[in-house]
């Protein structure tokens, strides 16, 4: 089942000799359950495209669907509240609500849908990222690892069509990162979770269905490659 | 780039955004100070002006010295004018007269008429003992010239001769006593002083009026005075009005007006040093880590603090000169629109003077304040971690010690709350500039409150001009009204008829009342002063009067009073109370008003006591004086134009300088809300962002918006409400309640429009934000900086 499409997407900063193509005609689609690595230079386009996936930012022109849905043509409200029901994110700086304790942080968007988070989910989910003990902390009691499982706990809480990671260990040591890459891997298992994931860090895409290249504002797909080492 | 210091100008650059909300905040704290003192500065020399012209520049009068000590006294290089002064028949009650009209007979020296009162209008002082100076309104009225003869009758009924060599001006007091002034010089005076020839100074009852040639250190030449010619403290009076806009007064009505004026001047800086902490802090805080990347290259924390200092002076370039600008052209409409309310009185203020005072403090203040307010910021740029720079919790505006509760409230509400808590400093730092503005507001108004009891304000009813019956009796001919207000010269004109101590039987007591009439516009003035009953029935049904409120008065409305006129008596129905009319009487005697039907049936009565008359804007002297012929010479013609322009310049000068104010402040608030808002949402940006991304609607961004500026504006109220009603409370003592003796009440309409005020800033300031973030992509905000 098709969860992300993307069509010729392009987005392009500035006019004249200033102009920059970002992404040049990028298309390509994802499946329910599939967890894919989009790797690249730095400035080659990789958190463009993402942006314009979670229409965080608005493509030149291009579509992007989300089981059907086109983000870009909804009003801001509608496309506010879609963005929070089916899409997840991850930053690389964790971005947590530091008044908000891990348990408080991770259930934050289902209150702003103001509805009552699911214990048993929450439970889960604190179990699940081993943060069970630490769930009465605030972030700035956290270690950057237990910060990222939690942000990764608020991607999860609302069961999303699709999660957009944005360089999801950039901040992290090579220890945290592989238990960071373990957690997005098991919540593809477990939940059937569609993930995009942006990584500079090759050694990443080891666990993931599939790898995009990105280079120069233009997509390739390097189809599903476990094992694929870059030099 | 020569020294790290120069990285300022460069940051500023970058930064100008966040420069730009600091030096507003230090631009608003300039203009305040600036355009406070100035106003201060400029209300002083308007009523030094007015003090000067009413009652004479002089600092000190002496009496019950000798000539010869007066003459010493004029010697000492710290005296700069003396002149002896006398009088007699001031009040009319001496028998002197000119041209059967009662007359002052002044006598003094010429510095009295040229240094003191300058009020020589034509030719010279008197040389001899036989010339004398006649007042302008005797000039008028008799049609005299210098060089003419005049006869002044003495009680005795003996005649005095003399030449006028000039004439002055007339004063307020004679004009209003309807007498003329003879001014001779102090050797003529003498020499008709009844009973003393040539005695001593203080036989003649002179006093010596000192003008003193330095005005620093007034209290110290008056000690010195005293104890060079061994005075008494009652043989020395002050010009207490002139001394106290001076700051020498040691009168104790004066030291409560200083000390109000102290704790006001404390409360405006004040303001202005938190105005500019709250926003130097919050500057800094959002670019903590780019001071964490200085420590991290290499800056001590000295280097760092003197950063934000050289950074905070930096904007002092721009905000001063802009601050003592904008506060100098308030200033200077202020002064334009006093010359335009009153031009007798203001006519010689410049538009565009300049107050140094003003302005020193301005510059003062301004860099005082941005440099104590700088040592906190940068004391916490300083101790920035290097760690935070590289670490991504370098945007955390402040580290949290207590979860938020999402229970009791929606979560975007409750992160709005806890935004505005989070950080006590922060939090103390609004809730300090909002509370300070109501407490800055709510002080000032009592200035409104003392302005009403110093100044009696002129009722709608107060006459230009007088036709008083001189036995106080309805003989001023009921025709004159209409002859008058057929004259062009003439806006109003309206008489009363009085029946004095008219004995009464009310509820079986005896009293005695005063009987007034009111005609058609008098009964539309009473309106606002109606405290309870119907004014209409007085005015169209006969056999009805009103009461005048008194607090020894009994009679109620709906009582009917039995009037005792000769031999007959009649009824009257009380049917209304009003609190205050055209005239005083004992307090023991009441205040009937009727119409004029219901007095002439009573009485049979119809003509005037008074007929009180308002003239037309620009009608001249020569106008007056026609109205004074139409008159004629039978009744008494009071001129009271000098006393009401002097209370109305007082008025409005005072009236100006305090509205004027309190909409200041009214301003700074609305303008320090939006600055602190905007501020306080720019430090988050970031923040929104990541919730925007994660799924807050513009919405629940707005409502987030909303609650931490209402936390800020609710608890600011709160505060500076108690604050500033202790405040109210303590000034209102000092300035109405030591003089007057008025309780303090909670001054609810000022709390009211002030709290308004914040709610309306408060509006506004989320506006621009929220439209801002509104209109930024969210990739934008996430990166804003």
């Given amino acids: 089942m098709e969860i992300l499409k993307v069509q010729n997407l392009c987005k392009t900063y500035g006019k004249g000799e200033a102009r920059v193509d970002a992404l040049k005609d990028v298309s390509f689609a994802l499946e329910k359950g599939e967890f894919a690595a989009v790797v690249g230079e730095s400035g080659s386009g990789k958190s463009t495209l993402l942006n314009c996936i979670g229409a965080l930012d608005v493509p030149s022109s291009g579509s992007v669907t989300i089981e059907g849905h086109n983000l870009h043509t909804m009003k801001e409200e509608e496309r506010t509240i879609f963005r929070r029901r089916n899409i997840g994110f991850i930053f690389q700086s964790f971005q947590l609500v530091s008044e908000l304790t891990v348990e408080q942080n991770i259930i934050f968007p289902i209150l702003l849908d103001y509805r009552k988070p699911n214990a048993q989910d929450v439970k889960e989910i604190l179990d699940m990222l081993g943060l069970t003990e630490r769930r009465n902390h605030l972030p700035n009691q956290l270690s950057g690892g237990q910060q990222q499982r939690a942000a990764i706990g608020r991607a999860l809480i609302t069961r999303p069509k699709l999660i957009l990671a944005d360089e999801p260990t950039g901040n992290l040591d090579s220890k945290n990162s592989q238990d960071v890459m373990d957690l997005l891997t098991q919540a593809s298992r477990h939940y059937q979770q569609t993930i995009l994931m942006i990584t500079h860090n090759n050694n990443l895409t080891a666990s993931v269905d599939r790898v995009l290249r990105v280079t120069d504002g233009v997509l390739t797909d390097l189809g599903g490659n476990a094992n694929e080492r870059f030099s | ?785």
């Fill in chain 2, 1 to 785: 780039m020569k020294g790290f210091l120069d990285l300022v100008p460069s940051s500023a650059k970058v930064h100008k955004k966040q420069s730009r909300m600091s030096v507003f905040c230090i631009i608003l704290s300039v203009f305040l100070v600036t355009a406070i003192f100035g106003m201060a500065d400029m209300f002083i020399k308007g009523q030094i002006l007015q003090a000067q012209s009413e009652n004479g520049n002089w600092h000190i009068g002496i009496r019950d010295i000798t000539d010869e000590d007066a003459a010493v006294l004029a010697a000492r290089p710290d005296i700069k004018t003396v002149s002896a002064y006398g009088v007699l028949n001031f009040r009319g009650d001496q028998g002197y007269t000119l041209s059967n009209k009662d007359a002052a007979i002044f006598g003094c020296d010429e510095a009295m008429v040229k240094d003191i009162f300058e009020m020589l209008s034509e030719g010279a002082f008197p040389q001899a003992e036989e010339e004398a100076l006649v007042s302008d309104n005797a000039k008028e009225t008799l049609g005299l010239k210098t060089g003419d003869q005049i006869t002044v009758k003495t009680a005795s009924g003996e005649e005095l001769q003399f030449t006028i060599s000039g004439f002055a001006t007339s004063t307020a007091n004679l004009l209003r006593e309807d007498s003329l002034g003879v001014l001779l010089s102090t050797e003529g005076f003498r020499a008709i002083c009844p009973e003393v020839k040539n005695g001593n100074a203080s036989d003649y009852n002179t006093m010596f009026y000192v003008q003193l040639a330095n005005t620093r250190h007034i209290q110290n030449t008056i000690q010195d005075i005293k104890a060079s010619f061994s005075l008494t403290d009652d043989q020395i009076s002050e010009n207490t009005k002139l001394l106290g806009l001076l700051g020498q007064s040691s009168s104790a009505f004066m030291m409560q007006v200083y000390g109000a004026a102290i704790v006001l001047f404390v409360l405006v800086l004040c303001a202005g040093i938190l105005m500019i902490t709250s926003s130097l802090n919050s500057n800094v805080a959002q670019r903590i880590e780019f001071f964490g990347l200085l420590r991290c290259v290499g800056a001590t924390p000295k280097q760092v603090m003197r950063l934000v200092r050289k950074e905070a002076l930096h904007w002092c370039r721009l905000a001063i000169p802009i601050g003592v600008v904008t506060g100098t052209i308030v200033v200077w409409l202020m002064c334009f629109v006093l010359r335009w309310l009153s031009p007798i009185y203001f006519g010689g203020m410049p538009i565009f003077s300049i107050s140094i005072p003003s302005i020193i403090a301005g510059i003062c203040v301004g860099l005082l304040t941005v440099l104590l307010a700088a040592r906190s910021p940068a004391k916490k740029a300083s101790k920035s971690s290097p760690l935070a720079a590289v670490s991504g919790n370098a945007n955390d505006l402040q580290p949290v010690r207590r979860a938020a509760n999402t229970k009791l409230f929606k979560v975007d509400t409750f992160l709005g709350i806890h935004h505005a808590k989070s950080s006590k400093k922060n939090f103390v730092l609004m809730v300090g500039s909002f509370s300070l503005s109501i407490i800055l507001f709510l002080s000032f108004s009592v200035t409104i409150d003392f302005m009403k009891h110093a100044l009696t304000p002129l009722h709608p009813w107060t006459a230009d001009l007088s036709i008083i019956s001189p036995d106080q009796t309805c003989s001023v001919r009921n025709g004159l009204i209409e002859e008058l207000s057929g004259n062009p010269a003439v806006d109003k004109v309206y008489g009363r008829m009085f029946a004095y101590n008219v004995p009464v039987v009310v509820n079986g007591e005896t009293k005695t009342v005063d009987l007034i009439t009111y005609e058609e516009k008098q009964f539309d003035w009473a309106k606002n002063y109606k405290l309870s009953g119907s004014l209409e029935t007085a005015q169209n049904q006969t056999g009805t009067a009103l009461i005048v409120f008194e607090a020894e008065n009994t009679i109620q409305i709906g009582d009917t009073v039995t009037l005792n006129l000769g031999e007959k008596s009649s009824n009257i129905e009380i049917v209304g109370m009003v609190s205050d009319c055209p005239f005083n009487n004992r307090a023991d005697v009441g205040k009937l008003i009727c119409s004029e039907e219901t007095f002439q049936q009573m009485t049979g009565e119809s003509d005037y006591t008074i007929i009180d008359i308002q003239i037309a804007e620009g009608a001249t002297e020569n106008d007056v004086s026609a109205i004074r012929k139409m008159a004629g010479g039978t009744y008494t013609f009071s001129d009271d134009r000098m006393s009401n322009s002097n209370t109305r310049g007082t008025y409005y000068c005072f009236g100006l300088f305090v509205y004027g104010f309190l909409v200041l402040i009214a301003l700074i608030t609305i303008f320090n809300v939006i600055n602190s808002i905007a501020m306080s949402v720019a430090a988050r940006m970031k923040q929104y962002g990541a919730f925007r991304a994660i799924g807050l609607s513009n919405r629940q961004l707005v409502r987030m918006v909303v609650a931490e500026a209402s936390t800020y504006a609710v608890t600011g109220s709160i505060c500076g409400g108690i604050l500033g009603l202790l405040c109210n409370k303590i000034l209102f003592d000092k300035l109405v309640g030591f003089n007057w003796g008025d309780p303090w009440n909670i001054p609810v309409a000022e709390l009211a429009v002030i709290i308004a005020v914040v709610v309306i800033a408060v509006i506004l300031a989320i506006r621009g934000p929220i439209k801002k973030i509104r209109d930024m992509s969210i990739v934008d905000t996430i990166s804003a900086q």
